[in-house]
């Protein structure tokens, strides 16, 4: 049935038939289909079908109406399979567009082939070659002598192009391996190639590119609705593409929107998934940030995702330390055009004491005095930091003076105290909570507090520079029953360690982002 069904749809896409009898099928599949992987002919059939509504009078408005119908007239999508189905279909057409230049490439039957009992190589078609727009070898000789430059267009075969991806990705290890990064290459780096392949121009057959355009504007048509959007972000945060997508511009182009309504959506569950899924892996974020392939706007939306990360629950060291060592370039440059969202980046880098190079701490300061928002927040920054050394100076008196030796709650987060504050810290006896987060608090001063405050029961050292050395210390603290360590230099071995030591330990903070665990609970 699925299968006449879908060849109905292709040959007959206006018949009455698709409307009135297939429109109930497609729809009971899609709330009510548990895996597409067990029944592939399903998929192939809705996807069939929502090609037959969009070669209709109305096209893409009927399309519209028919996702409007699946959705329900709520606010909320009464159906929980629906998205996840369509999802799949989706992704399931996409992969069709470019899968003549995937199987091209990697020399394996297509799904088409193995439908059609073609599984022998010899019954396979020849290579689909691909246009590729890059300098020929014969032409560069030859403009050596003319002194001429232009580019003259080629065609190679999708193997030349994996083959060329290859060796640049293996460029790209040998100039990440000074980070001690030894996963596998991501699928960013395989497509930020050399200038030779940066322009490459993948052409799809007209059929291919209406699949596409359908579907991606289905995909954009999904981002549009609140209670889908964020389900629809964690779907899609794998990047479940194949790089010939990722590579084509128009693909990466309209698929901006659904990553912008992404970075517009003030819930962090959505916004999130513009990160990677894990460590290593590249996501959204590096994808159309100024370097990466899908960047074609100078970096505006880099901008706003940054935005609105460092608006939720990533406005930490770590995330500021990333962006040092791999977009300090853009930050500075979307600054100088006055960008307030990269002021304020540059700014929390000075305070939070990201960049360690002099020269660069200049160049960045003298980015900030290039505008007038710049200027402005430099000197907001200049009048809290000395406000913060005053405070400290004060602290240091005040506790020093014996006057609080029944203090059981103290908060010095987001000061610039020091190890050598633990000296007054230890004049504090009934002190049982501490929040050091955001201080330059160290190791020295753990191992003060760990001999003096017995007493201590919750302790904050988030984003402090301590390391294993220090918190090991804290071994001796039996009374410790809450420990926030997120963003330290805490090995797992000596996460193990004190949770063996610290028995009365029942809350441990390890992490900051999202992907990673948040806690650890006994």
């Not at 193995?114 to 014969?138: A, E, F, M, V, Y």
């Not at 940066?198 to 052409?203: A, D, F, G, H, V």
């Not at 511009?249 to 894990?278: G, M, N, W």
């Amino acid at each position: 049935m699925p299968c006449c069904s879908s060849q109905h749809c292709r040959e007959r896409p206006r018949s009455m038939v698709v409307i009135e009898v297939f429109t109930p099928v497609v729809q009971r599949i899609l709330k009510h289909n548990m895996d597409f992987g067990k029944c592939p002919r399903l998929r192939l059939f809705t996807q069939e079908y929502i090609l037959a509504l969009n070669e209709l009078n109305a096209g893409m408005e009927v399309v519209k109406k028919f996702i409007h119908s699946m959705h329900g007239p709520t606010g909320q999508c009464p159906h929980p399979r629906v998205l996840p189905n369509l999802v799949a279909v989706c992704l399931a057409a996409i992969y069709s567009c470019y899968e003549e230049f995937i199987n091209s490439r990697d020399n394996s039957p297509s799904l088409k082939e193995i439908r059609n009992g073609c599984q022998q190589q010899c019954d396979r078609k020849p290579n689909l070659p691909l246009r590729l727009l890059h300098t020929s070898p014969d032409l560069v000789s030859q403009e050596a002598t003319l002194t001429e430059s232009r580019l003259k267009p080629v065609i190679v075969t999708s193997n030349e192009i994996h083959v060329e991806v290859e060796r640049n990705n293996t460029a790209n290890q040998k100039m990440t391996a000074n980070v001690g990064n030894d996963s596998e290459p991501n699928l960013i780096d395989c497509l930020m190639v050399s200038p030779t392949c940066s322009t490459m121009s993948i052409e799809l057959s007209a059929q291919a590119d209406r699949i596409l355009g359908c579907y991606v504007e289905i995909l954009k048509m999904l981002s549009d609705y609140d209670d889908w959007r964020p389900a629809l972000a964690s779907l899609l945060q794998p990047i479940p593409f194949p790089k010939e997508a990722l590579a084509h511009e128009k693909f990466t182009k309209e698929l901006k929107y659904v990553i912008q309504r992404f970075a517009e959506d003030p819930r962090q569950e959505v916004h999130s998934c513009l990160l990677s899924v894990r460590a290593g892996k590249d996501g959204w974020f590096q994808l159309y940030s100024p370097g990466g392939v899908a960047c074609d706007d100078d970096g505006e939306l880099f901008a706003s995702m940054v935005h609105i990360l460092m608006g939720s629950c990533y406005k930490t060291k770590k995330f500021l330390l990333s962006l040092a060592e791999n977009k300090l370039g853009p930050c500075m440059l979307l600054a100088l055009r006055g960008n307030q969202t990269m002021v304020e980046i540059l700014c929390l880098m000075l305070e939070y004491n990201i960049i360690d190079n002099n020269d660069t701490q200049l160049q960045i300061i003298s980015t900030l005095e290039s505008t007038d928002v710049g200027k402005r927040m430099y000197e907001q920054l200049c009048d809290r930091q000395r406000e913060l050394k005053e405070l400290d100076a004060d602290l240091a008196r005040l506790l020093s003076s014996g006057s609080f030796g029944n203090l059981e709650n103290l908060s010095l987060a987001f000061t610039n105290v020091t190890s050598a504050c633990a000296e007054h810290l230890i004049k504090l006896p009934s002190l049982k909570q501490l929040n050091l987060w955001s201080t330059q608090f160290g190791d020295a001063g753990l191992r003060l507090l760990s001999e003096h405050l017995t007493m201590l029961q919750v302790l904050n050292l988030c984003e402090t520079p301590v390391t294993d050395a220090g918190l090991l210390a804290l071994s001796s603290m039996k009374s410790l029953c809450s420990l926030n360590m997120n963003s330290t230099k805490l090995s797992a071995d000596t996460y193990e360690d004190l949770k063996v030591f610290l028995t009365s330990l029942c809350l441990i903070r390890v992490v900051a982002c999202p992907g990673d665990l948040a806690s650890v609970r006994q």
